[in-house]
């Protein structure tokens, strides 16, 4: 069974942005997971996503220096965290979207292409000769690694619920493998099933979230009138072993609570490092692996791997 959206969406007026003390806008549309609740006293939670979502990827990351694609949605700073570290890294945007929505990042070095685009070739990209350190940003369809050629990338970065937002997310999955080289890398986060379920509920969609454990795909209208794709982990699980890679882990963005975190970071700003720490030591039982509940967060995030010598 499918669920899919009925009635007319609401406008898709883009919400107000709000600054945290870190200078990152946590929200500007309301398409976007971080608006569905407004600022409010759950801003400060946000901002600890946010870290979390820093420190996952900072463990991930690859050693040594590698190639890497970021197809991650607009609201990630995958692209300038992973060139700071030295990786080059190809940013996957829709052609409309802006490169950066927080200005460059110092460790960036873009290449932007002389003269007119041409429209794309028979031949792939291979896109090996730029500079470690360096982003290069592609305007693409983000649901097609067309462009770039077989076994090229040695990892994957789908962040910002990315693999959420399109809807046939098997073929994305299958352009993932196919563009990994032997031994290469993906981590990629999608919005759970408590986020689809909440949405369903605010939205007063009843007879949708009552079917919801029946479903095999489950299609969540967003006020915007976009549609997001949510998953539990045996569906996220299953959705990249079909595509032929070895699923490392899946776990639940965060799992402290949000009232939790908003009450210590009330009391103490700077308690936020403390935070992550408790909450990367929280995200594993005690075999020393991870915790696979459902009841947590809005969102999971996956690491994998293409089965082969790296």
């Known amino acids: 069974m499918t669920l899919r959206p009925l009635g007319t969406p609401a406008s898709r007026r883009p919400l107000p942005a709000w600054p945290e003390a870190d200078g990152v806008e946590l929200s500007t549309t309301a398409a976007s997971p971080l608006a569905a609740l407004g600022p409010g006293s759950l801003a400060r939670y946000w901002r600890f996503q946010r870290a979390v979502a820093k420190a996952q990827l900072a463990a991930w990351l ?4 590698k190639l ?7 609201y990630a700073s ?12 190809i940013r996957v945007v829709p052609a409309a979207e802006p490169q950066s929505a927080t200005g460059p990042h110092p ?5 932007p292409p002389a003269g007119p685009r041409r429209a794309p ?4 990209a291979r896109a090996t000769r730029t500079r470690p350190g360096a982003v290069v940003p592609v305007a693409a369809e983000p649901a097609s690694l067309a462009f770039l050629s077989d076994s090229c990338a040695d990892g994957v970065i789908a962040e910002d619920g990315a693999l959420s937002r399109q809807l046939m997310t098997e073929d994305l999955a299958a352009e993932i493998m196919r563009v990994l080289r032997p031994g290469g890398y993906l981590l990629a986060s999608v ?6 379920m909440a949405m369903l509920a605010e939205q007063h969609r009843w007879a949708h979230l009552t079917d919801l454990s029946q479903a095999e795909v489950v299609l969540i209208p967003w006020p915007d009138g976009t549609i997001t794709r949510c998953f539990g982990v045996s569906q996220f699980t299953e959705l990249l072993t079909e ?4 699923v490392g882990w899946v776990r639940p963005r965060t799992v402290l609570s949000p009232s939790m975190v908003d009450r210590v970071l009330r009391q103490d700003p700077t308690a936020i490092a403390r935070l992550v720490r408790a909450e990367l030591t929280a995200g594993q039982d005690r075999a020393g692996g991870i915790l696979p509940a459902e009841s947590f967060g809005i969102s999971l995030v996956a690491a994998a791997r293409k089965p082969g010598p790296a």
């Open 78 to 89: 995958a692209s300038a965290q992973a060139a700071g570290h030295g990786h080059t890294v």
């Open 62 to 65: 690859p050693h040594p220096r």
């Open 243 to 246: 595509a032929g890679l070895e």
């Open 121 to 124: 070739g028979p031949r792939r």
């Open 191 to 196: 919005d759970s099933l408590v986020l689809g």
């Open 68 to 74: 890497l694609v970021d197809i991650s949605g607009p």
């Open 107 to 111: 460790a960036t070095e873009t290449h």
